[in-house]
């Protein structure tokens, strides 16, 4: 395992480029084993989470060959229908192969899936719907799959979430695209990256529209083709980088991006006393002065993204007062939370009084302890100083470098294969705007 040497209180300046959205180009993966012809996938991120689900595609049947930045997809037969538990415990995303084995084999086998560890993240958002289309579901307990057959044939239908899903609304739509008739997906997530995806799917013969801001609607066709894709900017490196240039007192430009999916996050940014400027593909976040305190909660697009909760956290160690951030996302998310407290952080955590939790939380309800804590409460200004601190998830592994990277002297930073499955080359970016950084072997 490697770890990060980092020695903080250099202002970070320069220019950036972020890398394409992983969110986005695991799912376009998926969805590339709908056809038996090529697609072309350009400027995906080279992060480890990408490689597992390239290995699973290789696993199953088809090929990916990567060049660069652009990887090259055919599956013109799938021979398996079986998720390998090991690629499954990788990456959550895996579970979203079952859409094309059910539509291309007519079963598949699903290990339950890892990834993270940052909540229960149920599947039965997806199990629900999938079973309204035709399929039969079943869950071994003793070898941990989900075993799912087609019983006759898939079927088009009307469906409502329970509650906000982006990969529960993204499976649903990859499992509908094939499907004679018309299915309707009500209460979909509106995330950027779920309209990024109908966009390539719509580029590969499919109808697939948005007709509301939560419903979507999938007018089935009888095959895909082949077609070339361009991955957007990742907003979760935006944000890493723009709380970056607050955190060090420094002035990143950030190039080549589109902002769609960020007018939250500019909006609380500015309030907080943030400097920023924005051009055409380009915005300029620097430190101006004193950081102002927030209230945050985070909630489902267009609200505050729960993936931004631990960078601001950090970022308000350094507003002057108290300010507060309410997880809705996720029942247990505040781990980096005793790690900042090493580095000189006054962070309580709490719980808010709630009138109906069920409703309030997009969470299931019932996969919350006692021991949970869903809010936390910062007081700022805090000089952060150095520590030994471990990594426990991807976005917590962005806070804790982002603390670093302020903090007095030299910190030690472990569990870093967590941030390798999300940003590509980060610590080597990070020098390019002078962060003295680096990487060793345990």
């Known amino acids: 395992m490697d770890k990060f040497i980092v020695t903080g209180g250099r202002k970070l300046k320069g220019k950036i480029t972020v890398s394409g959205s992983k969110n ?26 990408f490689m597992v689900m390239a290995d ?21 037969n799938l021979k398996k229908s079986k998720i390998s538990l090991d690629k499954a415990a990788a990456i959550r995303t895996s579970s979203m192969f079952l859409a094309p084995l059910l539509v291309r084999l007519g079963k598949a086998l699903i290990p339950n899936p890892g990834g993270c560890r940052i909540g229960a993240r149920p599947i039965d958002r997806i199990i629900k719907g999938i079973e309204k289309m035709g399929v039969e579901v079943s869950y071994k307990s003793r070898d941990g799959f989900f075993y799912l057959n087609v019983s006759e044939k898939l079927k088009p239908i009307k469906y409502k979430f329970e509650k906000n899903t982006h990969t529960g609304t993204e499976t649903l739509i990859l499992l509908s695209v094939l ?38 609607a999938i007018n089935g066709v009888e095959k895909l ?19 970056a240039s607050v955190m060090t007192k420094g002035d990143i430009f950030i190039e080549n991006i589109n902002v769609r999916g960020l007018e939250e996050f500019i909006d609380v940014f500015k309030k907080t006393g943030g400097g920023l400027e924005i051009s055409k593909n380009k915005i300029r976040f620097f430190y101006k002065g004193e950081l102002k305190p ?3 909660t985070t ?8 993936d931004w909760q631990g960078p601001w956290a950090v970022m308000m160690t350094q507003a002057n007062g108290i300010s507060t ?29 709630i009138n109906n939790p069920n409703s309030f939380y997009n969470f299931n309800y019932e996969d919350n302890k006692p021991e949970y804590k869903h809010a936390a409460r ?9 520590g030994v601190i471990e990594i426990s998830d991807l976005r917590a592994g962005a806070t804790l470098v982002l603390a670093a990277l302020s903090a007095a002297g030299e910190s030690i930073i472990f569990g870093i294969e967590h941030l390798d499955r999300g940003y590509e080359g980060f610590e080597k970016r990070l020098k390019t705007l002078g962060a003295k950084i680096r990487r060793e072997k345990e």
């Not at 595609?57 to 997809?73: C, N, Y």
């Open 56 to 76: 699973i595609i290789r696993e199953l049947g088809g090929s990916v060959d990567i060049k660069d930045h652009t990887a090259r997809v055919r599956v013109e």
């Open 378 to 386: 910062i007081l700022g200004p805090m000089e952060l100083h150095n």
């Open 325 to 353: 951030i309410h997880e809705r996302v996720y029942e247990n998310r505040f781990f980096y939370v005793g790690e900042l407290e090493k580095m000189g952080a006054d962070i309580e955590l709490f719980n808010p009084k």
């Open 179 to 216: 499907i004679k008739g018309k299915t309707v997906l009500e209460n979909a997530a509106q995330e950027p990256e779920v309209d990024d995806l109908i966009e390539f799917l719509n580029l590969m013969g499919a109808d697939v529209k948005r007709i509301k801001p939560r419903t979507i």
């Open 294 to 296: 927030t209230t945050i």
């Open 24 to 49: 986005v180009a695991l799912k376009v993966l998926v969805a590339s084993c709908l056809t038996d012809e090529e697609v072309v996938i350009e400027n995906i991120p080279l992060i480890s989470d």
């Open 225 to 243: 083709h082949g077609a070339k894709f361009i991955i957007p900017s990742d907003r979760n490196e935006i944000i890493t980088f723009a709380i």
């Open 299 to 306: 909630g489902f697009y267009p609200g505050f993204m729960t």
